[in-house]
């Protein structure tokens, strides 16, 4: 039988004072979240399987920039999809071990079915419906540990940009695995979660940011996604 982790309390501490996150300690989700809290300089930390992970600085070309491209796809189809919603850098409590911080989501407004909600806190609880990540020197952390924990707690749709690879891994949870979304003829992976979230990822990985949006704008013409929208707003 395993033993159980020990769980630091304020009283543990000198004088009271909360302790910083270290990379690689083992805590619990509260105490976790009691730290990350009390540390408001800090822009991104996570407790995987239990383990707290705290990133190297970020780069502009390995991280900042595709970061950023990837995010700003997800927004123009929030935009033309009303009941669905994204953010960015948002931690996600998905247990008492898991407390992510993927680059960018989208999440169906739990109010119209979506299987996450928003805590009186202002935190997603349970799984948003896609996560994306930027991998760089990453690259087996995301794909393994994290993508592990994704698929358990029930992300539809999990998708990793490999920047030094130039490659994007997308995928789909079927039952209780993930399998690779399949591009289809004409190299456009589809979404089979948010109907017209199409992406080009060759365009993707070389920048060209401008053929990647027009090829979103193809899949936000076409009749499952309009349908997509009066299923989220019926009546609107």
Not at 34 to 55: C, D, F, G, S
Not at 73 to 94: F, H, K, M, Q, S
Not at 111 to 119: E, H, L, N, P
Not at 150 to 162: A, D, I
Request: aromatic share 6%.
């Amino acid at each position: 039988m395993a033993t159980p982790r020990p769980q630091l309390l304020p009283e543990d501490t000198p004088n009271g004072a909360i302790p910083p996150l270290a990379p690689g300690e083992r805590l619990t989700s509260d105490e976790f979240h009691r730290r990350y809290e009390a540390m408001p300089q800090l822009k991104k930390a996570e407790l995987i399987e239990a383990v707290v992970h705290m990133p190297s600085p970020v780069r502009y070309r390995r991280h900042g920039w595709p970061s950023r491209h990837l995010s700003g796809w997800l927004a123009v189809y929030e935009a033309a999809t009303p009941g669905v919603e994204g953010a960015d850098n948002t931690t996600i409590r998905l247990d008492l071990d898991n407390e992510p911080q993927p680059d960018a989501l989208l999440l169906i407004d739990p109010a119209r079915g979506g299987q996450a909600r928003i805590s009186e806190d202002d935190y997603i609880v349970a799984a948003p419906e896609l996560v994306a990540e930027v991998a760089a020197s990453s690259v087996r952390y995301d794909l393994n540990t994290k993508l592990t924990v994704y698929q358990r707690s029930g992300v539809r749709e999990c998708l990793v940009w490999r920047v030094d690879d130039h490659q994007v891994d997308w995928f789909v949870l079927r039952g209780a695995r993930y399998e690779p979304l399949a591009r289809s003829d004409d190299g456009v992976l589809r979404s089979e979660v948010f109907p017209g979230l199409w992406l080009n990822a060759d365009a993707l990985t070389r920048g060209d940011l401008a053929r990647v949006l027009a090829v979103l704008q193809d899949g936000l013409r076409t009749t499952e996604h309009v349908a997509f929208v009066g299923r989220l707003n019926p009546g609107g």
